[in-house]
């Protein structure tokens, strides 16, 4: 007979019975051992294998994680250069990547997941030449995100370049802490924590690396000391940009990173790639002569007595005239465009008298119509203001001068009824040209409507810009967004008469630099010793520092174009025959080199006031200086900046220079410590060949 008898599982079962022979016990006990080593051995061999399959997966994860010195992560990526050093850092602050769902094809790095949803996110290699390597980056949301916001690093280089500021350096300082702000047009004199009116979405490093915003992004703008980032964020709420009709307020932030051999030439890429031209050189009467302005002398009290006056004076004191500039008020009221008769009773005959002595005269002119204008109410029925979101009514606004509406220039309309005056000014009294003052998107509601819908607020800055067009020869703008073919020249916003960097002289070599690197060459750097606002001068008698005066003309002399207001006999004899001086150096040595440099403009977008690492560009010293500058490759200029000082230090980079004094300098680069400087002199050197 046979029994069944039941086994629990994993209990191995022995013939002859539950208690088997002894000698079978033994071999049984003895091999329990072996068995458990043998699958403690498989356990090993298959987290090997395991190991290595992940390690694999690892490996190609992180080679496909790689594209052309760039290195992808979820939280951002780095570039670097041929050597292995990290030359930009991007760090990903709003969100993080989903690694798994990342995949290569080609020279594009692309993945649809994040850590909140869908996306599409893309890098794409792109080698535009030899010495340039190029990365496209676009992070845009799929799902209902708020914003996108990326973090570039400073990576212990210089940036340069952004926007006019108030507080201008050069290079770039960060200071403190700054929630993204819209990047956005804005008048720095009434607002100095702002943007200013001269505006590009695009940064350049010394380490060779250089950022372009697309134009498509809601840009805001922010930065932390603290974390030595700059914040580049793309959102629609709480912002005065708008999606394009029909698309959903998806933020979307893209932008281009190009790398190259030095910062000169990867400059001289972006601005030959990413900007525009002038199309011709403005008046070379305006590089040779000054502008005489009417403004910081009179501001609102002008007279057609006054101006008589004014330029008998300019005569009298054997100056030169570019053009007068009859500046605000010579209307009755803001929105008009004819002489009120009570100031200038005789507009006519004024202008004859004016041409018959030898000048020409630009007017003063703005995009407001003030509510008690007679042409408010026509504007209105016309429909040529810019409205109230969502209304028909026109959106009031506050400028200096008061309130009224302010023209869209979206609409055709407007552009010609605007226009339209202006011919009408030109062809009465033989009027040169317009100095077109405002246009900062911060003179618009922070809510509007145009007729033209825009997505950037930045584009009405652009509209105002184009009235200037038929009168560019002379023209005179104060804003400027992505309008480098607009041939005008474009003034720096009002300068205070004092010292320092906020609007003051210090001020004005660092903002012509940025203007410049932003694709601006035809600076006028405003009206030599500054506007005289009250409680806004270092001086007495309601006249800028006589010594900050002379500098102030010295440094203009070197300048592009030079502006007078306040004239030299305002003080004495000493300073009229030093602006004689200088006036005559602009024109015989400054404006020929300037106006071949113009013509160079056309076809390259280089600056003719350039820094000094423009032909120093591995010189750590040269990255840093804001009080020097060059005019070309071989004149370079360092005025004195300071009060009561007769001599500066000055950096010569590497090269054989020679002084205005005649000196010789072959062995560069080196500092010139305490290098004696007079009053009525600037010191500037000329690179021999």
């Not at 010139?672 to 010191?683: C, G, K, Q």
């Amino acid at each position: 007979m046979y029994q069944i008898v039941p086994v629990a599982p994993g209990e191995q079962q022995i013939p002859g019975g539950p208690g088997g022979s002894p000698l079978k016990k033994k071999l049984a006990h003895e091999g329990r051992p072996l068995v458990i080593a043998s699958m403690l051995g498989c356990v090993l061999v298959l987290a090997a294998v395991v190991a290595w399959c992940y390690y694999s997966a690892s490996l190609r994860k992180a080679q496909l994680l790689k594209t052309e010195l760039l290195d992808l992560n979820k939280d951002g990526f780095v570039i670097r250069n041929q050597a292995g050093a990290v030359i930009f850092t991007m760090t990903f602050r709003s969100g993080t990547l989903d690694l798994d769902s990342c995949s290569k094809e080609g020279n594009i790095l692309s993945c649809t997941q994040s850590e909140s949803g869908k996306l599409n996110f893309f890098i794409q290699t792109v080698r535009p030449k030899d010495t340039v390597m190029c990365y496209r980056v676009r992070w845009e949301e799929l799902e209902n995100v708020r914003l996108v916001e990326h973090a570039m690093a400073y990576n212990d280089s210089h940036w340069y370049g952004g926007a006019e500021s108030a507080t201008q350096h050069w290079p770039v300082k960060i200071q403190g802490e700054e929630e993204p702000l819209p990047f956005v047009t804005s008048d720095v004199y009434s607002n100095r924590n702002a943007f200013g009116g001269i505006l590009e979405r695009y940064w350049l490093s010394s380490n060779a690396t250089a950022i372009k915003i697309n134009d498509s992004v809601p840009f805001h703008l922010g930065w932390s000391e603290m974390d030595k980032t700059l914040r580049f964020q793309a959102r629609y709420q709480d912002s005065p940009f708008r999606p394009l009709e029909g698309l959903q307020a998806l933020p979307e932030l893209s932008y281009r990173v190009c790398v190259g051999s030095d910062v000169t030439s990867i400059h001289k890429y972006m601005v030959r790639r990413y900007f525009t031209k002038p199309v011709k050189v403005p008046s070379p009467e305006v590089f040779k002569h000054p502008v005489w302005s009417t403004w910081a002398l009179h501001k609102t009290a002008i007279t057609q007595e006054k101006l008589l006056r004014y330029a008998s004076d300019i005569t009298k004191h054997g100056f030169t005239c570019s053009h007068l500039e009859l500046d605000d008020r010579y209307t009755a009221d803001y929105g008009e465009f004819d002489f009120d008769p009570q100031k200038f009773p005789n507009a006519s005959g004024m202008f004859d008298k004016l041409r018959e002595d030898g000048f020409q005269v630009s007017l003063w002119t703005h995009p407001f119509i003030n509510y008690d204008s007679i042409n408010f109410g026509v504007a209105v029925e016309k429909g040529l203001f810019v409205r109230e979101l969502g209304g028909e009514l026109p959106a009031l606004v506050r400028w200096w001068n008061g309130i009224g509406g302010i023209l869209d220039f979206t609409n055709p309309e407007a552009r010609e009824w605007y226009s339209s005056h202006l011919r009408i000014l030109k062809a009465r009294y033989d009027v040169i040209s317009f100095k077109f003052d405002a246009g900062e998107t911060s003179y618009l509601p922070r809510q509007f409507s145009t007729l033209v819908p825009i997505s950037d607020p930045s584009t009405f800055t652009r509209r105002y810009i184009e009235m200037a067009i038929p009168f560019s020869e002379r023209a005179e703008l104060r804003v400027g967004y992505q309008s480098q073919n607009i041939s005008c020249f474009v003034r720096i916003i009002d300068r205070d008469s004092v010292w320092g960097y906020e609007l003051g002289l210090k001020s004005i070599i660092p903002t012509v630099l940025t203007v410049s690197i932003l694709g601006y060459q035809f600076v006028l750097p405003d009206m030599i010793g500054g506007n005289a606002y009250p409680n806004r001068t270092a001086g007495k008698n309601d006249l800028p520092d006589r010594e900050l005066y002379i500098r102030w003309l010295e440094l203009s002399a070197f300048m592009p174009a030079m502006q007078f207001s306040i004239p030299p006999w305002a003080y004495d004899s000493e300073v009229v025959g030093i602006a004689q001086k200088f006036t005559e150096l602009h024109k015989t040595l400054v404006a020929p080199r300037v106006l071949e440099l113009a013509g160079e403009v056309l076809d390259t977008g280089d600056p003719i006031i350039r820094p000094l690492w423009w032909i120093a560009n591995d010189d750590e010293a040269a990255f840093k200086i804001d009080s020097q500058f060059l005019i070309g490759d071989d004149l370079m200029v360092a005025p004195v900046l300071e009060p009561g000082k007769q001599e500066r230090d000055i950096y010569l980079p590497a090269g054989r220079w020679k002084s205005y004094k005649g000196e010789h300098f072959d062995k560069g680069p080196m500092y010139l410590t305490d290098y004696p400087v007079d009053l009525d002199e600037i010191a500037f050197f000329t690179w021999v060949h």
